[in-house]
């Protein structure tokens, strides 16, 4: 397995794992459903290149 698949795996899993707790927190701070996901979306964008 190249080590880009792997990351890509490693990285998957761990947001899995914390799913919920990424939900929560955009719950916390966003009401509406549409800023809901744009705020999900962000938030998995800015882990990934982080």
Do not use: G
Not at 12 to 25: D, F, G, N, S
């Amino acid at each position: 397995m190249h080590p880009a698949e792997q990351q890509k795996k490693i990285f998957i899993a761990l947001i899995c794992k914390y799913e919920r707790v990424i939900q929560k927190v955009c719950s916390i701070f966003i009401s509406a459903q549409e800023d809901y996901k744009d705020l999900y979306q962000e938030i998995i964008l800015q882990t990934w290149i982080a």
